[in-house]
Every structure is written in C-alpha cells, then in structure tokens.
C-alpha cells in the first residue's frame, strides 16, 4: 500500500478510490471499511454479520445501526399461521359470497331494464 499525500492541503489520498482524509489512521479505517473502496481493492468485509438475516456490514458500528426483526419476531407458530389462513379464507369467502350477491342485484335490475 502507498499512499500519496497532497502537499497543498496535507491531505492523504485513498489510492483505490481518490477521496481525501486528513490522517493515516482515518485511510486505514476508510479502505477497510467503506463498501465502495473495499469493492475497488476487491475485497469483500465479511466479519460482521448479522445473525438474523445473514447481511454483512464492514464495521462493527455499521452491524450495531442494522435494524431487522429480532429472531423471536421472526418466528410464527403452527397455530398462528393456521389461525391467520382461516382468517384469510373467511374474508374471501365474505367478499365471494358479496360479489355473488351484488351480481345477483345487478342481473334483476338489467332485467327489469329490458323489459321496458
């Protein structure tokens, strides 16, 4: 790794991707942690993960800002997905059995207009 620094501002230049940063210490974190560097070095941070959805992030802070459902949020029972679907069936039954009950009204009032 080199690293070029600009003499005018003594600013230091990410060789992968040509930002500014004004210490050494801020490159290194920024080339092993920024997505859009890491992908110009080819290279893929994987060592922070998380355990839910299985999304890495390239710093530790990064994974601790992910928001996602909590495992336990994850989890539906058997019983509440079949309460759910028979829930589900009932509401469609419903606006079935409306449909067919409006389809109804709707052919006696084409009638009663024909005949006229």
Known sequence: MF????????????????NFFASNSILRHHQKTAKYCLKKQGKINKQFQC??????????????????????????????YEEKLRTTEEQTEEKIQ???KQYEENKKHYEKIKKL
């Not at 690293?3 to 040509?18: D, K, V």
């Open 51 to 80: 355990e839910v959805c299985k999304k890495y992030y390239s710093s530790k802070q990064m994974l601790g800002q992910h928001t996602c459902p909590t495992k336990e949020q994850l989890k539906i029972t058997q019983e509440q």
């Open 3 to 18: 690293i070029i620094i600009n003499m005018s501002n003594n600013l230091i230049t990410c060789q992968y991707c040509e």
């Open 98 to 100: 409306l449909i067919k």
